[in-house]
């Protein structure tokens, strides 16, 4: 620095001179020849190596003083006003990795994390970066192979690569970290077994590399980083067993290593980390005993072991352990629960289910803590429940359903306002609800079917405004209904069925907007069935079977647009049946057992119907037998018949007789009874076809029929599937089945498989389609082929062109189809694994057909798991029951699992899984910043990018 030196000058001179060497040297005003350089060598690098897509970067001008020190994201040295901090983190720059900022020789800290720059690195340039302190490079969409970094960098304190597209193994320069204490490399597509030369980077006290295609085991090296305080290697597929070495890790605070392949038993080391405040190791195959050393680890706060192997008995020494949560859920464990466990002050969430626990509860749980989410379920649990459970007044969730618990619900349940989530069913559970209990302001599931409670459901229910679902069947609860039930506006599900309610049931029931679902069966009720339904715009199943409603049937239930299960059976009910019941589109119809009388209105005077209609002696129809047949002058009419039917046997019995002989003289054979349509451009007929539908050539079998693969003589391959065809074919079956060919041959799209041809004979009906080379969605995504599935941009095509499928049956046909079975089996791929929806349509064939009660029954209502909740009781038909399916479906892609994975656990499927898990991950900033939550449900073979993350 220049300063002038000041000689000879007199006063006023001096003085001035002293105020401007003063200004000279504050902060504020130094700058060097290399500050004017570095300004320079920002411009550079933002003009000619980053787009500044956002215009972030628009304050990085070449100002008067050249001074970038107030630049957006520059940080300059307090003292002499270097740069030594680059941080253009969320900026929206992209452009390949900015070497050239690191000729900025004072800098420290280069943070370029969210953005969008991509390309891979060249080793030799990134030497010049070698004096930096921290790289940031954290979600961008950087490919290639991790960095390599051939010159030491001393400095690196913190490198963070997380959340991009890096592959291939962990080179060896990251051993040579000497000062490295943070280094993350979270979702990336980095693969190999951790490297044991990690354990040399002595100073480390954060290690992230979850999210990884890795391979092999945690390495015992692992336990020479002495000062860890982080270690999470969350979904990074080791295996083997957790090294003994894990014990020296004593500044450990977090321990992950959850949802991996660990093996083996849970290393008694494991009392050394006595710093340790969290132990994930969820979703493994650990497997042995709970090790009593985990009594050691005063420090814990957090212990999840669920979903492993694990066997033998809940140990005192963890039970004592002051833990806020414990999950041992999805376990072999058994034995009784440790009393002390209910002496934790900290106790918040405490999860055993699916375990074979025996034994009563704790008396005292929850008393000495504030108890919150509270789930035993699917155990073997006995005795009565812990009186205290709710003592604190915070218990949300009181979830024990199937056990043996037995006894009354302690009275001081009643007192629990914090309580939303009750699901008890399934126990010996007697004696009263306390009333209170009935009114919980936040109450939103009550569960409570099949035990053994009794009493009446008293007025004060009223009070229970956010109750969505009251299912207390199965028990034996008496008196009336009471109207307080009326106010509930909330509610979406009443089950009161089997119990031994009497009364009538008040008409303002019918105010409750949102019910879907009302069923009464098997109790006592009288009185008429409130007619002023027309609010029930979303109910869907109305059951009042088995009790005592007399009247006539209200013919307003006719206009419930949602209705599909009406059973009103074994009641005494008198008067006709409403002809305007004929407007619905009923899955099940049943009036059986009444005093019904008159005609059967047209509509419903129809086979299907038929066992719906049994039971009322007064009920008639023109020609639905066994009814009795309706008409003024039943003798009259009956002598008719029989004129008729004799008439009508010679005749056709001459004419067979005719023909036969005719046939006979000339040889035809009978094959022309075959009725063939073809709807493409085909070169093939049934002769080419038929002789092939052997086992050899089967390829599937489903609800409706067999599926063959057929090479025909030309080269083409196809699919053929051959329907299930029963002896009790009609002649308007022979229609419903032609109308439902045209309409599979009308329709046109690139994402529907191509009906290629259908043939009906007299005892089977074949339909012939384009054969897909690659099987079934299904078949791909859960089979051994999902290697062809494995990136996200594949299945992402095929999920848009599912929906592309979907739309065109929803809103491009006219009259609109609903396929109603949409799922990954009937989700066919091309060669290029292009998406085609197939087996649609013949679904609603059967439904008309209305034959076979269960396989029909239950190809109607579509398949387990990709069913809406609401239909699954229902088989109602609309396009929402598609929709939901295709969520499912959605859920399949992206998660990998099967709607009904073992792993959800009971009760619980893909939906249930993936809104749980969704719903309790605290949403993180930033774009890309969801991936750990989100990685908790993404399929771990998918090995999505960051820009993927984005598409969600
Ligand atoms: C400014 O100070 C830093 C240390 O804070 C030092 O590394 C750097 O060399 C100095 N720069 C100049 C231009 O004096
Ligand atoms: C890197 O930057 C991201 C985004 O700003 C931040 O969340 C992360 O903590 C940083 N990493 C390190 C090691 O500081
Ligand atoms: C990086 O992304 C830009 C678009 O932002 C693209 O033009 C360029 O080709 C990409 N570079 C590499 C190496 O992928
Ligand atoms: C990430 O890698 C996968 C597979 O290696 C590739 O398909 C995808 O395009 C890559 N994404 C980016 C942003 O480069
Ligand atoms: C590092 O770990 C290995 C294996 O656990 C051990 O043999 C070695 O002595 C350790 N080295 C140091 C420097 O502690």
Redesign the pocket.
């Known amino acids: 620095m220049i300063v002038p030196q000041p000689i000879h000058i007199h006063r006023p001179t001096l003085i001035l001179l002293l105020l401007l060497s003063m200004l000279w040297s504050s902060p504020r005003f130094s700058f060097g020849v290399s500050l004017i350089g570095d300004a320079q060598i920002l411009l550079r690098v933002k003009n000619a190596q980053l787009q500044d897509t956002n215009g972030r970067l628009e304050n990085w001008l070449l100002n008067t003083r050249r001074n970038p020190c107030n630049w957006a994201g520059i940080g300059c040295d307090a003292q002499n006003r270097s740069v030594i901090s680059i941080d253009l983190s969320d900026t929206g720059i992209s452009g390949a990795f900015p070497y050239d900022f690191c000729r900025i020789r004072t800098l420290l800290d280069l943070s370029l994390a969210s953005n969008f720059l991509?390309g891979t690195f060249s080793p030799r340039r990134l030497s010049l970066c070698s004096h930096l302190r921290l790289l940031n490079l954290s979600s961008n969409?950087?490919?290639g192979e991790l960095p390599d970094f051939w010159q030491e960098f001393r400095e690196l304190r913190h490198l963070d690569l997380s959340f991009n597209?890096f592959?291939g193994n962990i080179p060896p320069s990251f051993g040579r970290f000497p000062a490295l204490r943070v280094l993350v490399l979270t979702c990336n597509?980095i693969s190999g077994t951790i490297p044991p030369f990690l354990g040399n980077l002595s100073e480390l006290n954060r290690l992230e590399i979850g999210y990884n295609p890795l391979t092999g085991p945690l390495p015992s090296e692992i336990g020479n980083l002495t000062k860890l305080e982080d270690l999470w290697v969350a979904t990074a597929n080791l295996a083997g067993n957790i090294p003994d070495s894990i014990g020296q890790l004593i500044s450990l605070k977090n321990l992950d290593l959850s949802t991996n392949s660990l093996s083996g038993k849970i290393p008694d080391s494991i009392s050394g980390l006595r710093n340790v405040r969290h132990i994930l190791l969820y979703e493994n195959k650990l497997y042995g005993e709970l090790p009593q050393a985990l009594g050691n680890l005063s420090s814990l706060i957090n212990l999840d072991l669920s979903e492993n192997h694990l066997t033998g008995k809940f140990p005192e020494r963890i039970a004592a352990l002051h833990l806020t949560s414990l999950s041992l859920t999805d376990n072999f464990l058994h034995g009784e629960i440790p009393v002390i466990l209910a002496e934790n002050p900290n106790l918040n969430q405490l999860k055993l289910f699916n375990n074979f626990f025996t034994g009563k509860l704790p008396e005292n749980l929850g008393r000495n803590s504030e108890l919150e989410d509270f789930d035993v379920s699917n155990n073997n649990f006995s005795g009565e429940f812990p009186e205290y459970l709710c003592y604190r007044n915070k218990l949300q969730r009181l979830v024990t359903f199937t056990n043996r618990f037995s006894g009354a619900l302690p009275d001081l349940y009643g007192e629990c306002t914090s309580l939303s989530y009750v699901r008890i069913r399934n126990n010996d559970l007697w004696g009263e609800i306390p009333e209170k209990f009935w009114s919980l302001p936040l109450l939103d599931f009550f569960e409570i079917q099949n035990n053994n409670f009794e009493g009446s459901v008293p007025g004060s229910i009223s009070a229970a405004r956010k109750l969505r679902s009251l299912v207390i069947s199965g028990n034996r609860f008496s008196g009336e209904l009471p109207s307080g039930i009326c106010n509930l506006h909330e509610l979406l599900v009443i089950d009161v069925s089997k119990n031994r309610f009497t009364g009538e049931v008040s008409t303002c029931i019918t105010g409750l907007k949102n019910l879907q679902k009302l069923t009464m069966q098997e109790n006592m009720f009288t009185g008429k069935i409130p007619s002023t339904v027309s609010s029930w715009t979303d109910l869907t199943v109305l059951n009042l079977s088995f009790n005592h409603f007399s009247g006539e049937i209200p013919p307003e239930l006719g206009s419930l647009p949602d209705l599909t299960y009406l059973d009103l059976s074994s009641n005494s009910l008198t008067g006709e049946i409403p002809s305007e019941l004929t407007k619905m589109t009923l899955n099940q119809f049943n009036v059986s057992s009444n005093k019904l009388s008159g005609k059967v209105p047209p509509g419903l005077n129809h086979q299907v119907y038929l066992s719906g209609l049994l039971g009322n002696p007064d009920l008639c129809s023109p020609d639905l037998k066994p009814l009795p047949l309706c008409s003024k002058s039943k003798s009259f009419s009956l002598i008719v018949i029989i004129i008729l039917a004799t008439c009508m046997v010679l005749l056709v019995g001459s004419v067979l007789w005719f023909l036969k002989s005719k046939s006979d003289a000339l040889g035809v054979k009978s094959k022309r009874l075959f009725k063939i349509t073809t709807f493409q451009r085909i070169v093939f007929n049934e002769e080419d076809i038929i002789p092939f539908l052997i086992n050899e050539n089967l390829i599937g079998t489903g609800g409706s029929g067999r599926v063959y693969r057929v090479n025909l003589k030309a080269g083409q391959t196809v699919a053929v599937k051959k329907l299930y065809w029963g002896d009790t074919q009609k002649p308007d079956e022979e229609s419903v089945f032609n109308s439902e060919v045209e309409t599979l041959g009308r329709i046109r799209h690139d994402n529907i498989v191509k009906l290629l041809f259908s043939c009906s004979a007299a005892d089977f009906r074949i339909l012939v389609y384009e054969y897909m080379e690659n099987g079934s969605l299904g078949d791909v995504l859960h089979g051994d082929k999902c290697g062809d599935l494995?990136?996200?941009?594949k299945r992402f095509e095929i999920a848009v062109g599912a929906a592309q499928g979907l739309a065109y049956l929803h809103h491009d046909c006219v009259p609109p189809i609903v396929h109603r079975d949409v799922k990954s089996n009937n989700i066919l791929l091309d060669q290029q694994f292009k998406p085609r929806l197939a087996d649609f349509g013949l679904a609603r064939t059967l439904q008309r057909e209305g034959r076979d009660g269960g396989c029909s029954l239950s190809r109607v209502a579509g398949s387990y798991g990709y069913i809406a909740p609401e239909y699954a009781y229902t088989l109602k038909v609309n396009e929402k029951t598609d929709v939901y399916s295709f969520g499912v479906v959605l859920m399949e892609l992206i998660t990998g699992k099967r709607p009904n994975d073992y792993s959800f656990g009971e009760d619980k499927d893909i939906v249930k899984w993936v809104t749980q898990i969704v719903l309790s991950s605290p949403a993180l900033e930033g774009t890309t910043g969801h991936c750990r939550d989100l990685f908790q449900i993404i399929d771990p073979r998918l090995?999505p990018?960051?820009?993927?993350y984005e598409e969600n």
């Open positions: 991509n969409c950087f490919v597209n592959t597509f494995m990136g996200w941009s090995n990018s960051p820009c993927d």
